[in-house]
């Protein structure tokens, strides 16, 4: 909270600037008239313990966490909802009675992208990456025939293990055949290509990044009429989720969309 009495939330990651989540939080405090703010905090790893200082000040009501600190935040919460447990990752942290608690919308965010895009319930998923986004990408999708790539493979096999999940992990560029591949990686972010031949014999994408409109890989899939959410689609649904958790109110998800396309 403010010297106003305004609360006040912040989106902490490094890089941050880049990210939508204050113009879609501050659209729903404007829609359902809620007295808020949402900002940006660059936060270097070595600022982290800043941040959760402020939590347990007061100073900030709750943040939503990006990269590379969703691990950090994993550790640093008193309590976790059971799919933060899972993930063992971190990207909304609530303060509930001078109580941190760690959630991670990421993974609501990964299942409601997916079904709005239409991907075949049958695909198998091929997960880029081995961070805390690779983690609720793997635990969201636990249920499908899953594989597992990194560019060290012991990274894969740790996340395997820290998430309890069972996989294969296969090699860096190497392709599934029919696969939806979900890139949890910055890969994409600023217009690098995705290894190998993951992306000529999938079947759809999940881009986790986003950047300055839709990533190469996504155009790529629409060009050629296969299903793809980017980053922006997973984005309005863990934003969704977060707003819930801060306010109390299920929003209108077509606020949060409304203001990225405004922005």
């Known amino acids: 909270m403010n010297s106003t009495g305004r609360r006040r939330f912040a989106i902490v990651g490094d890089p941050v600037m880049h990210s939508m989540s204050p113009a879609i939080h501050t659209a ?3 829609a359902y008239d809620i ?53 063992r990752a971190v990207n909304t942290i609530v303060v509930n009675d001078g109580r941190l608690v760690g959630y991670n919308t ?5 299942q409601v992208a997916g079904t709005q ?44 293990e820290r998430t309890l999940t069972e996989a294969t992990v296969v090699s860096w560029g190497e392709g599934v055949a029919g696969a939806i591949v ?13 290894p190998g031949d993951v992306l000529v014999v999938g079947s759809g994408l999940l881009d986790m990044t986003y950047g300055q409109g839709q990533t190469t890989a996504c155009e790529l899939y629409r060009r050629l009429g296969l299903p793809c959410a980017d980053g922006f689609d997973m984005l309005v649904a863990q934003a969704g989720s977060a707003f819930e958790l801060f306010t109390g109110i299920a929003p209108d998800l077509d606020i949060f969309r409304l203001a990225i396309k405004g922005s």
């Open 35 to 87: 007295d808020a703010v949402f900002e940006h905090l660059p936060t270097t790893a070595d600022q982290f313990g800043r941040v959760v200082a402020a939590l347990r000040a007061g100073e900030l009501a709750g943040v939503n966490v990006t990269m590379p600190h969703k691990e950090r935040a994993f550790a640093a919460v008193d309590d976790l909802d059971e799919v933060a447990r899972r993930s």
């Open 28 to 30: 729903g405090y404007a």
């Open 117 to 160: 895009a239409g991907f075949s319930d049958s695909a198998p998923v091929l997960v880029l990456g081995a961070g805390g986004a690779a983690a609720a990408a793997v635990v969201a999708m636990a249920d499908r025939s899953l594989f597992v790539s990194a560019r060290n493979q012991p990274d894969a096999r740790e996340l395997l």
């Open 182 to 194: 979900v890139n949890a990686t910055p890969l994409g972010m600023r217009g690098e290509e995705l």
């Open 106 to 110: 990421d993974v609501v965010g990964v």
